[in-house]
């Protein structure tokens, strides 16, 4: 038995469908690029030499894009997700009230 890099699992790892590891893996690299936004965040909003800035910056951006890229997996394979998501990313108004319309469109998918 070989031993795993993270505690992912809340199950035996045998019993899991191949699907739902791969789901836990992307879930667990979603979280790794958030505490790695924050850390460059913390990071930027102290350093004080302007080059060591841009250069952390820069590479915040790239956890974004990690980050992203690890998101619209989660939501191309997960409808009921996608449709809250689809109701409550990059619209105006109240978010709660956003919320609430995307639970509406997620119970239609039951």
Not at 21 to 39: K, P, Y
């Amino acid at each position: 038995m070989h031993s795993m890099g993270t505690n992912q699992y809340h199950e035996p790892a045998e019993e899991l469908s191949t699907e739902t590891r791969t789901f836990a893996r992307i879930i667990t690299s979603l979280q790794e690029e958030c505490e790695a936004i924050n850390w460059y965040q913390q990071r930027i909003s102290i350093e004080l030499d302007p080059d060591a800035k841009k250069i952390m910056a820069h590479a915040q951006e790239e956890e974004f894009l990690h980050f992203s890229m690890d998101l619209e997996f989660l939501l191309r394979r997960t409808p009921k997700w996608r449709v809250a998501a689809k109701n409550i990313l990059f619209h105006d108004g109240d978010i709660v009230d956003n919320a609430e319309k995307g639970e509406e469109e997620e119970e239609k998918l039951d």
